[in-house]
């Protein structure tokens, strides 16, 4: 199967969203060009790194590396001066540069680590190794992980921790009449907090579908309108109520197949004449009021007769 | 000729069977993975929502939305020539975590960031609706009515 690879993955959304800065080793030790491999060696036992820059004044002029270090040992050159020694050509990153600018230049260089500058100054603020974004990248997937867990786990637990004899939550989304690029979102967003809520899959599946084809009605024959959900523990109660031309014939429009949508709708993929029945179909209790010319209000409930 | 080198696949469509009355039946269910619908759709992976790929254990051809709703389960194949947010829409409410465009059909922009957000994979294959389907079914994915009315009639395992 051909795979789009334009990035879609999480990890690559995340390296695009992050910055250098958020990855790099912040207050970076640098060696001056004047001292010995020697001192080098030390510093980088004492301090357990494998590379640093080297500088001047603060301006970075190079770098060195353990490999670096080794070529020096082997041909016993502990005793000569860092600016000898030293890689010149140094690739460095920017601080504010996306995280991908990173891993790219990793690959293509080979690199074990890039200083990294203020886009500014041009003084060395960091230094970044892969272990660096690996870390990094871990870090922020588990942050994202915690909050969405935390957020499910605080909402889930809402009816048990609100002290009361019975309790009830009221969420109120508004339809716009004819406006087809929003329409269904209401319920997609409905059906997301009963998931928060830790309603059972197939009870907020009939309940999101059956104010899915509510929400539609709404959208295709009337200027608008309002779903009011009442959700208590394990009953979601729906109202839908609209000021449209009011549905004529109810028995009619309760059969399924039988629609009065003009052909638009039809082209969309609605008006089928599957909306009211399914509705009926999903719910255990509906109740329908209409009055031609006023509007109508639709009731359904999916949960246990109260 | 259609490879079947799917090892489910393949054990599927050898079993099915004539029933009494001429219905037809499979054995047993089978399950398709994303990447074994994609082989033999020829389908192009447009977006694949949340690692892992999830499987589906039917499929759902409709370009009515409606319909979907009311016929579709979850863990089922969405075939569809209809690319508007609707569809995404539709295949939250009803459970649906993978969404097929047939003839060619790709969704764009904001379309596929709305499938994103859900969770939702999206694929597009060549083929028609017939053909896609009947690929499809050939390979021993069962249609959402069939497993309806195995369900009322009480028949298979459970």
């Known amino acids: ?306 | 000729m259609l490879e079947m080198r799917l090892a489910g696949a393949k054990d599927g469509a050898g079993r099915l069977m004539e029933q009494e009355g001429g219905a037809r039946k499979v054995s047993h269910t089978v399950e398709m993975s994303v990447e074994e619908i994609g082989k033999v759709l020829d389908a192009e992976l447009v977006t694949g929502g949340r690692n892992p790929l999830p499987s589906v254990r039917m499929g759902c051809g409709c370009d009515l939305m409606s319909d979907v709703l009311s016929f579709a389960k979850p863990n089922t194949l969405l075939l569809t020539g209809l690319v508007t947010p609707q569809v995404i829409y539709a295949a939250e409410v009803a459970d649906i975590k993978v969404v097929c465009f047939v003839r060619g059909k790709r969704p764009r922009g904001e379309m596929v960031k709305l499938a994103e957000s859900k969770g939702i994979v999206l694929l597009t294959t060549p083929y028609g609706m017939f053909e896609s389907c009947g690929r499809l079914y050939q390979c021993g994915l069962r249609g959402c009515f069939e497993m309806g009315e195995e369900r009322k009639l009480g028949a298979g395992s459970a």
């Not at chain 1, 000569?80 to 920017?94: A, E, F, G, Q």
């Not at chain 1, 959208?219 to 309108?225: E, K, L, M, Q, R």
């Not at chain 1, 549905?247 to 629609?259: C, F, H, Q, R, T």
């Open chain 1, 1 to 306: 199967m051909a795979r789009d690879d334009r990035g879609f993955t999480k990890i690559q959304e995340l390296a695009y969203e992050l910055r250098v800065a958020d990855a790099m080793t912040a207050a970076v030790e640098t060696i001056g060009p004047e001292n010995t491999v020697g001192d080098l060696a030390q510093r980088l036992r004492e301090m357990k790194i494998s590379g640093m820059p080297v500088c001047d004044k603060e301006k970075l002029v190079g770098m060195m590396s353990i490999e670096d270090l080794i070529n020096c040992l082997m041909e016993g050159e502990l005793g000569r001066k860092i600016r000898h020694k030293m890689t010149r050509d140094v690739v460095t990153l920017y601080a504010d540069e996306p995280l991908t600018r990173a891993v790219e230049r990793f690959e293509k260089t080979g690199f074990g680590r890039f200083p990294v500058l203020e886009r500014k100054s041009g003084k060395v603020v960091g230094i970044i190794t892969k272990g660096d974004i690996v870390r990094c990248l871990l870090r922020k997937l588990e942050i994202d992980y915690r909050e969405e867990e935390a957020r499910r786990h605080r909402v889930s637990h809402l009816f048990d921790d609100l002290e009361a004899d019975s309790s009830r939550l009221v969420l109120r989304y508004r339809v716009e009449g004819g406006d087809f690029t929003t329409a269904g979102q209401r319920s997609s967003r409905l059906k997301r907090n009963l998931t928060r809520l830790g309603f059972h899959p197939e009870m907020r599946r009939r309940a999101a579908i059956a104010a899915y084809e509510a929400e539609m009605n709404m959208v295709i024959f009337t200027p608008g309108g309002e779903l009011e959900v009442c959700v208590e523990p394990g009953r979601i109660t729906v109202e839908a109520v609209d000021r449209g031309p009011g549905i004529a014939d109810v028995e009619l429009a309760m059969k399924p197949g039988y629609s009065s949508a003009p052909d638009w709708v039809r082209e969309l993929g609605f008006g089928a004449g599957m909306g009211l029945p399914n509705i009926k179909s999903c719910s255990d209790e509906m109740t329908l009021e209409t009055r031609p010319g006023e509007g109508t209000r639709l009731r359904f409930v999916v949960g246990p007769r109260s």
